[in-house]
């Protein structure tokens, strides 16, 4: 019998927002001066449930503000929940957004070294992937430049870049994708990621891949979960539930 490598049981988020009614008055005319209003309880996620096994790709789709991101800090191990349980097994790595990690005032060739040592590759590893990654960017001639000075399209071309070859060397049982796709990185560019990402994905881990890109979704993902305002609306094929969604 084939063991779950993701379970998510009644799961439940909160968070306060605004401020406190016994603040006192200038810190309430700050809060207030900062668009803050009296401190409430905002819950972000309510009773989720579901499972995963080794291998499976599985879409996350929802409005902006349903749960989606939040969830899956929880299951990386970056927030923890307020009830409920969440179980892992094996090496679990997060990816949030193409531009994850880059400093801006340092070049390109900077960025590589920097990202991708903070995701584990040593001095010679990276060395050995350096060429790949330019390549696969098409920013060579941008080597010297500082990424402050790139459009929001070559940010995400070296991002990706950087991401997907350090992900050939990490090789982790579970990836965790929030909102790595549509970041503004031209049609074909997007086209050769996703056939890279394609490549990734066959390696056997389990993959939750949050998107507001229908076709990433229905194009990498065999089973979807649909949240709406923290709670799963319905989970089943990439198809079915893609339908439902934008009937909705």
């Not at 096994?53 to 991101?69: A, T």
């Not at 995701?119 to 402050?148: H, P, R």
């Not at 549509?182 to 990621?193: L, R, T, V, W």
Request: net charge positive; hydrophobic share 40%; aromatic share 8%.
């Amino acid at each position: 019998m084939i063991e779950k490598n993701i379970e998510v049981l009644n799961l439940t988020k909160k968070f306060d927002i605004g401020f406190k009614k016994n603040e006192g008055a200038l810190s309430k005319t700050i809060s207030f001066l900062a668009g803050r209003g009296i401190k409430k309880e905002l819950t972000v996620l309510k009773d989720v449930s579901f499972y995963a096994y080794p291998g499976e790709v599985i879409g996350l789709i929802g409005k902006n503000g349903s749960g989606k991101s939040t969830l899956l800090r929880i299951i990386a191990g970056i927030y923890e929940p307020d009830k409920g349980e969440i179980k892992t097994s094996g090496r679990v790595f997060y990816i949030s957004g193409l531009s994850n990690g880059l400093k801006l005032r340092l070049t390109m060739q900077d960025n590589i070294y920097l990202m991708s040592a903070m995701m584990g590759l040593d001095n010679k590893e990276i060395k050995e992937k350096f060429s790949k990654i330019v390549e696969f960017s098409g920013l060579g001639d941008f080597l010297y430049t500082k990424v402050y000075q790139f459009s929001s399209g070559m940010v995400a071309r070296l991002s990706f870049s950087v991401t997907i070859f350090c992900l050939e060397h990490s090789n982790p049982d579970i990836l965790i994708l929030d909102e790595v796709f549509g970041s503004g990185a031209d049609a074909e560019f997007e086209e050769k990621a996703s056939k890279k990402m394609a490549e990734l994905i066959k390696r056997g881990s389990t993959v939750i891949l949050a998107s507001h890109n229908l076709k990433t979704i229905r194009e990498h993902c065999s089973k979807v979960i649909f949240i709406d305002n923290g709670k799963i609306i319905d989970i089943g094929s990439s198809e079915e539930i893609i339908n439902e969604y934008k009937n909705l």
